[in-house]
């Protein structure tokens, strides 16, 4: 059984920094694509930031270019997401995502994590 299970998320102060953690069972963590997502209150999921099964990393939208970094250790199944200079408008629920692509994407694996809330506030 598959599991991905957030941690280090909670409230912090503006220009405050967090680190987020998730570690994975139940998965060969090295062949997959790891990625962070958020979802703020009456907004869409969007996808934060990438690292590759090949050892690329990309973080998406420049809202958090320069401020949050994705790493993953693959010795401990376990990717991050620091996260810097935090402003309000950070304020989401933030998941992990693994997914790996199959030869066609019906035999696409994907798997969820449950969410961390991360409020930036003063």
């Known amino acids: 059984q598959v599991q991905l299970v957030e941690s280090g998320g909670g409230l912090v102060q503006p220009g405050g920094s967090l680190r987020l953690s998730c570690a994975a069972s139940g998965l060969t963590f090295s062949t997959y694509t790891m990625n962070w997502y958020r979802q703020a209150p009456g907004k869409e999921r969007e996808l934060v930031a990438t690292s590759t099964s090949t050892g690329f990393s990309y973080n998406y939208g420049d809202s958090v270019k320069g401020r949050f970094t994705i790493s993953r250790d693959n010795a401990k199944n376990t990717v991050y997401l620091q996260m810097n200079s935090l402003k309000p408008e950070d304020t989401a629920v933030y998941f992990c995502?693994?997914?790996?692509?199959?030869?066609?994407?019906?035999?696409?694996?994907?798997?969820w994590g449950q969410g961390t809330q991360v409020t930036v506030s003063s």
């Open positions: 995502n693994a997914k790996r692509h199959g030869l066609s994407p019906k035999y696409d694996v994907e798997f």
